[in-house]
């Protein structure tokens, strides 16, 4: 069974993960760490059960990433400071985090490359092949492509199911091999 914390339920902002980047570096238990994120995300996520799912969707990523990841994102910590661009960070800590955006990002990035867009519905399907006929995989879906908009790798209108290539993002120098 996949485990639940593999999928990725909600679009996330940038500026929300450099905030638990920037918990991730403070030298406090985690359970303190996950509130000041929280309270953080006050003014930005309204809703209490919302602001909650993204702390520990946040908290995943950069406070207590899976055993697998845990390495490149202790390094990730420990060099965000030289790094221009926190999106690369972020996204990198994404993939190597979230199985499935890995995955979600893997299916975006040939449909570019064959059609020059990206059909929402075309990724879902496809999702749903690898990972399930659910309907948490078409929410997650929505939240891989809704979170590359917020990024910028991908430019679409809200509600509008095509996404075209975005700016590629550059990637520091220092970056290049934690990446690969």
């Known amino acids: 069974a996949m485990r639940q914390e593999v999928v ?3 679009a996330l902002e940038p500026a929300w993960l450099d905030l638990a980047l920037r918990q991730a570096g403070v030298p406090l238990p985690t359970d303190e760490r996950r509130k000041a994120l929280e309270m953080s995300l006050r003014d930005r ?3 209490l059960e919302g602001r909650r799912k993204t702390v520990r969707v946040l908290s995943r990523i950069w406070l207590t990433p899976p055993e697998s990841s ?7 910590i420990e060099h965000a400071p030289l790094v221009r661009d926190s999106r690369v960070l972020h996204l990198g800590a994404l993939l190597a985090s979230q199985p499935f955006f890995g995955n979600a990002c893997a299916i975006v990035g040939r449909e570019l490359s064959l059609h020059q867009e990206v059909q929402t519905g075309d990724v879902r399907r496809k ?3 690898r990972w399930g006929d659910r309907e ?8 891989v492509v809704r979170t590359l908009r917020a990024f910028g790798a991908l430019k679409g209108v809200k509600g509008d199911d095509r996404s075209e290539p975005g700016d590629r ?3 520091d120098e ?3 091999p934690w990446l690969i």
């Open 45 to 47: 996520i309204e809703a």
């Open 127 to 129: 999702l749903r092949e």
């Open 174 to 176: 220092i970056l290049r």
């Open 136 to 143: 948490i995989i078409d929410v997650s879906g929505r939240a």
């Open 70 to 76: 845990a390495a490149m994102i202790a390094w990730a």
């Open 8 to 10: 990725l339920d909600r």
């Open 169 to 171: 993002l550059a990637v």
